[in-house]
């Protein structure tokens, strides 16, 4: 397992340096333990302190697997069933919600597309945008979508849309149904009971702690710049955790509900969070679907993969694990930067013994880098850079005196031959790049390019 550790450092320690992300946390659990945690970088970038695996951030939208968690207790209980209209529950309920059940709420099917009033918030509250969206409480989420029937694309249970309305609004049923405030029923029934000690909602814990890693944007020149934490986020995004104490969490899910002799939910109820509901829109391994507040990945090296990503802008999240395995991981992060769903991913597939240079996101970032560099025509008579950025190429040149940027779209990626789409004056072309004996050349309209 050494090995499996120093290449989970090695990776770590590439990505976060390649995203500029100020400090990371790592958990690993297999068979019920933990068997790696620590910390790389920062989490006060200022004062030099390191992270490390205590560290606190804000989970975000890990949170909606806590809550979609906390109805499957009520319905386990007889107190609410997942076909009910959300309407039984809450009252004024919004006209976009009028004929959609809490099953809908927590697959992200109610047809109603993402509003953005968590984006607004934090964002507004960061000073990141004009906008300003002063939500304090669940109330105003549903008051602030009086006129969302107009936005709706589709029925119910007809297409996903990734809504954090939706999961504002769950949180209101947990408190209809068990008669407790949101905070207190998730802290009752699965925080105490998952003996999760440092895991919160409040800012006042949070300050009474004293572990939270400071909150990061990274500007335009690389610099990182503290930002206000986004305290207030609920039953969609509000918790703030550690890589413990989240081992802990995915501790129960392995175990089909059971925690050192104590069961948090049946192991039906989590079979039920763990079905693929809804198809996503988008693919990046193949296949994935939601569930009840998890995303589900079917076929990641022939398991079933459970994992959640969240972001709140200056934190960010992921967990996963793989039940047949007996495995799980934790990864937080004090920043956005590379995708900690990426990282989580890597480690899984290093601890069921696969090769994580397979995974398409993987294996084509490293195609893409090997294509950057700068290139020039024959004798050097034009030049030209290309750089990537995200999952895009770019072609720089220079015209007229200033640089001119043309975004490059992969149609086929390989290790000697890659072939891109381009529109310049309203002209496609493809560029094709290819490689060979350590030489990169890329054909671009009338013009052969060399890399120097």
Avoid at 174 to 188: I, K, P, Q
Avoid at 249 to 275: H, N
Avoid at 287 to 312: D, M
Wanted: aromatic share 12%; glycine share 12%; hydrophobic share 40%.
């Amino acid at each position: 397992m050494d090995n499996v550790f120093h290449k989970i450092d090695g990776f770590i320690l590439e990505k976060i340096s390649e995203g500029r992300l100020p400090g990371l946390s790592l958990a690993v659990v297999k068979d019920g333990e933990v068997v790696y945690s620590r910390g790389y970088g920062f989490r006060d970038v200022s004062g030099a302190v390191p992270a490390d695996e205590d560290t606190l951030y804000g989970i975000a939208s890990i949170t909606k697997s806590f809550t979609a968690l906390a109805v499957m207790q009520l319905a386990e209980a007889g107190k609410l069933s997942l076909s009910d209209p959300v309407s039984n529950y809450i009252e004024p309920v919004p006209e976009a919600f009028s004929d959609v059940t809490i099953h809908h709420l927590l697959t992200h099917s109610s047809g109603i597309p993402a509003l953005g009033y968590a984006e607004a918030y934090i964002r507004g509250l960061a000073g990141l945008d004009d906008g300003w969206l002063p939500v304090t409480d669940p109330r105003d989420v549903l008051t602030f979508m009086v006129d969302a029937e107009d936005w709706r694309e589709g029925s119910p249970g007809e297409k996903f849309f990734y809504l954090n309305e939706g999961y504002v609004a769950l949180g209101m049923v947990v408190e209809s149904v068990s008669g407790l405030r949101y905070e207190d029923y998730v802290r009752r029934y699965i925080l105490e009971p998952l003996e999760m000690s440092r895991t919160y909602f409040s800012r006042e814990e949070v300050e009474r702690d004293g572990g939270l890693a400071k909150p990061y944007i990274v500007d335009e020149s690389g610099n990182f710049i503290e930002k206000a934490f986004p305290y207030g986020i609920y039953a969609d995004g509000g918790l703030i955790s550690n890589v413990v104490d989240l081992a802990k969490y995915l501790t129960m899910y392995l175990g089909g509900g059971m925690y050192k002799g104590r069961r948090i939910v049946g192991s039906g109820m989590l079979e039920a969070m763990e079905e693929p509901y809804i198809r996503l829109p988008y693919e990046v391994i193949g296949g994935e679907a939601y569930g009840y507040g998890w995303r589900i990945t079917p076929n990641f090296y022939g398991h079933k993969l459970v994992g959640h990503s969240g972001s709140v802008l200056v934190h960010t999240g992921y967990v996963g694990y793989i039940r047949d395995e007996g495995v799980a991981v934790a990864v937080l992060a004090n920043g956005a930067g590379y995708p900690l769903s990426f990282i989580g991913e890597y480690v899984l597939a290093l601890l069921i013994g696969e090769d994580p240079t397979k995974l398409p996101y993987i294996w084509k970032d490293r195609v893409l880098k090997g294509l950057e560099g700068e290139y020039q025509l024959y004798r050097g008579t034009v030049k030209a850079r290309v750089v990537k950025r995200g999952s895009i190429l770019y072609l720089v040149m220079k015209e007229a005196g200033r640089d001119v940027e043309t975004p490059l779209f992969p149609i086929v990626l390989g290790e000697e031959r890659s072939v891109f789409k381009t529109i310049s004056n309203w002209r496609e072309y493809n560029v094709e790049f290819r490689s060979r004996d350590g030489m990169v050349e890329f054909l671009y309209e009338r013009y052969k390019f060399r890399r120097l």
